[in-house]
């Protein structure tokens, strides 16, 4: 595991916060040399904790724009809402722009959704059918049994490479979600994986073994053994990793 980026930290609080200050840096840099910066967020109680830290930093956040790396099929002001989470942990506080906020419509149905959200991140990146928009920072998490995004064990889609997003059903409520795929997902300039929690101890372990295997463990994509890859971990959730 020595060519795996990873930074293990005490608790849940300062590993969000090394997360977020890492996220400034990659974003910051890229503003030196582009007009925007691109970042694509997630959802859970820890992306909490790095969103109240990230309204903190210095960044001209008007020159940066913001992505769902999935959602729930739900309206944006319902407490499972992703989209919801990061308007008031993040969007508001921060004052982002509502022109630099690109959501996920999910109070469409899961394919409509889908179709919509392909449709503006093409247009935004102007990516032509089959170009894969490139991120410049995607932040992601890993559930206890390895899915990222909305992509679980199993699902066929991990093996979609051309699409960006699409309508999936998973095995947890709210069932019905849009996802980011493994295409954008692995064409990142960089990815930050920010995990908590002892439930993911097996995962981790096995997500950054000496098995490619993202169809069992699709927190893999795009950040096996990929130097584009930062992991963020505490303790617990490190707890079954070589020493």
């Known amino acids: 595991m020595s060519d795996v980026n990873l930074h293990v930290y005490a608790t849940p609080s300062d590993t969000a916060s090394a997360c977020a200050t890492r996220v400034v840096e990659l974003l910051n840099d890229r503003l030196q040399r582009a007009r925007f910066a691109t970042l694509a967020v997630s959802g859970g109680s820890t992306p909490a904790l790095m969103f109240r830290i ?13 992505f769902q790396v999935d959602e729930r099929r739900v309206p944006p002001d319902d407490a499972q809402s992703n989209y919801r989470l990061a308007q008031a942990e993040l969007f ?17 149905t899961a394919e409509g959704a889908a179709m919509r959200y392909n449709a ?27 899915h990222t995004a909305s992509l ?17 059903s998973v095995p947890v409520a709210p069932h019905e979600r849009i996802t980011m795929l493994t295409g954008p997902l692995t064409a ?29 463990f699709p927190a893999q994509i795009g950040t096996w053994h ?17 020493k």
């Not at 679980?152 to 999936?168: M, Q, W």
């Open 54 to 66: 990230l309204v903190t930093c210095k960044v001209d956040w008007t020159r940066v724009h913001f």
């Open 120 to 146: 503006e991140v093409r247009d935004f990146f102007k990516a032509e059918p089959g170009v894969m928009p490139i991120f410049d920072v995607i932040h992601r998490g890993m559930g206890a049994e390895a």
């Open 188 to 216: 990142a300039r960089h990815t930050v994986m920010l995990v908590a929690g002892s439930d993911k101890a097996y995962a981790l372990k096995e997500t950054l073994g000496s098995r490619h295997e993202p169809f069992h």
């Open 226 to 242: 990929s130097p584009r890859a930062e992991w963020f971990v505490d303790f617990p959730a490190a707890a079954q990793l070589p």
């Open 152 to 168: 679980f064990p199993g699902d066929p889609l991990i093996g979609d490479t051309t699409g960006i997003a699409a309508a999936v």
């Open 92 to 108: 508001a506080p921060a004052g982002i722009p509502s022109e630099n906020i690109h959501r996920i419509y999910g109070e469409l």
